[in-house]
């Protein structure tokens, strides 16, 4: 099988304005006492709406335009929208309205023109919201468009994480992510499990992804999954126990198929995992 890097790209020529955006970007929200909600309206009207960008308020409140225009102007805010985490009882409201304006301005670049597709300034801007956003946040973290969280705030992610199109990552329980983790395509990550019998029962477990463990596309890991190092879960599987270091787990519910070519000795994995405390 022909070994296929990537390959590099022209830079755009809006390379240079988008860095000096991002900059500018990245010193307010250095600030620690920065009003979240007010950057993240006044960033998405630029974006969306600049023809109002510098009388938010007035043109809100105007009205001669039209209902939908002043509704839609006004969702650039959001303390004008409710996210559904907001609405679980063991959302820590306080933590959440910190991260919550980085969150929808997240959600909401995706679906603008700047945003949409367009690969570098996409990465580049997740990568600045992470780490505000973000309980950790490794170095040369990588989200493409459409990832969604939970919470956010109980996100654990290590370094050269990355993180494919339309991922959930539902962190209600916490995710622990390790260092080189891949997450493909469409893959669900889980950390809370409803009860069988009364729905609104909730338990929230951690869920851990070692290092350079592999999800891939369609696949689904449940609350409270350990992943361990170099594991990998295959593609549409639903991976509802732990998954075993180095090896690849298929099928739902998802089992071990295979045993990675660059495995260690079987004797020196075991070790390893029991070390970590994740074996038995």
């Known amino acids: 099988m022909p070994y296929l890097p990537l390959k590099k790209v022209a830079e755009p020529g809006t390379r240079s304005l988008a860095t000096e955006w991002l900059e500018s ?40 335009l039209p209902h939908a225009t002043r509704l ?11 996210l559904e985490p907001e609405y679980y009882g063991d959302c820590d409201d ?5 991260v919550k304006p980085l969150l929808w301005l997240w959600y909401s670049f995706d679906r603008t023109a700047a945003g949409g ?10 990568r600045l919201l992470a780490t505000h956003i973000f309980k950790r946040c490794g170095e040369n973290f990588k989200a493409f468009q459409h990832v969604e969280f939970s919470f956010g705030y109980n996100m654990d992610v290590g370094d050269n994480v990355v993180v494919h199109r339309h991922v959930l990552l539902d962190d209600r329980g916490g995710i622990k992510l390790g260092n080189n983790v891949s997450i493909s395509d469409y893959a669900n990550i889980y950390s809370h499990t409803h009860s069988i019998v009364e729905q609104r029962e909730v338990t929230n477990a951690c869920t851990v992804l070692e290092d350079g463990v592999r999800i891939t596309y369609h696949a689904t890991v449940l609350a409270g ?16 126990k732990d998954v ?37």
């Open 244 to 280: 075993r270091p180095y090896q690849v787990y298929v099928g739902i519910p998802a089992k071990s198929v295979r045993v990675k070519p660059n495995a260690p000795a079987p004797d020196n994995i075991l070790k390893t995992a029991r070390e970590r405390g994740g074996m038995d």
């Open 225 to 240: 999954v350990h992943v361990h190092e170099q594991g990998m879960v295959g593609a549409m599987a639903v991976a509802t």
């Open 72 to 82: 839609a102007l006004a969702s650039t805010d959001p303390r004008n929208v409710t």
């Open 94 to 98: 306080a933590r959440f309205q910190r």
């Open 117 to 126: 597709q367009n690969v570098w300034l996409g990465v580049e801007l997740r």
């Open 25 to 64: 970007l990245r010193a307010a929200l250095a600030d620690p006492n920065a009003d979240r909600a007010t950057i993240c309206r006044d960033t998405l009207t630029a974006l969306t709406y600049p023809e109002y960008a510098s009388n938010w308020e007035t043109a809100v409140a105007d009205a001669t």
